[in-house]
């Protein structure tokens, strides 16, 4: 028996890239909170990653901040691959998925990420990549 994953070739007109992002607030034994994604072309998976974020979350809203954070430099990696070989055919800006309110709030500018200096940078960086219009957090 073979196994594998098949991916549709159907690029002709424009590229779909999205993410979907989640977190476990405070899972671990050592306090921090576990994120990952997963990177969709087409609706096929291209990339995905779990690991421990760097920093202690104090909240669910903030874990998945940190998800959202850790997508983004995949994202950059693969939109300019993409782009390179498909001659900028990506539909623009990339959806990232979010299943906490709060956190799609605070990206969208909606509300104050808090006091937290580690959150605020992260928070940063998400708005810069809003306002390119290079992402969506949705």
Not at 31 to 41: C, H, K, N, P, Q
Not at 81 to 94: A, Q, Y
């Amino acid at each position: 028996i073979d196994y594998g994953i098949i991916y549709e070739s159907d690029f002709k007109d424009e590229v779909k890239l999205e993410a979907y992002v989640d977190a476990a607030f405070g899972d671990r034994n050592d306090g921090y909170s576990t994120a990952g994604y997963v990177i969709m072309l087409n609706n096929c998976p291209i990339s995905w990653r779990t690991s421990g974020l760097k920093f202690a979350a104090s909240s669910s809203t903030e874990a998945e901040l940190g998800a959202v954070h850790m997508v983004l430099e995949e994202l950059g990696h693969i939109r300019g691959m993409i782009n390179e070989l498909l001659d900028n055919k990506i539909l623009t800006p990339i959806k990232i998925h979010c299943d906490n309110s709060p956190a799609v709030l605070i990206s969208n500018d909606d509300c104050s990420p808090g006091k937290s200096r580690t959150i605020n940078t992260k928070v940063a960086k998400i708005r810069r990549f809003i306002q390119d219009k290079i992402v969506e957090v949705v």
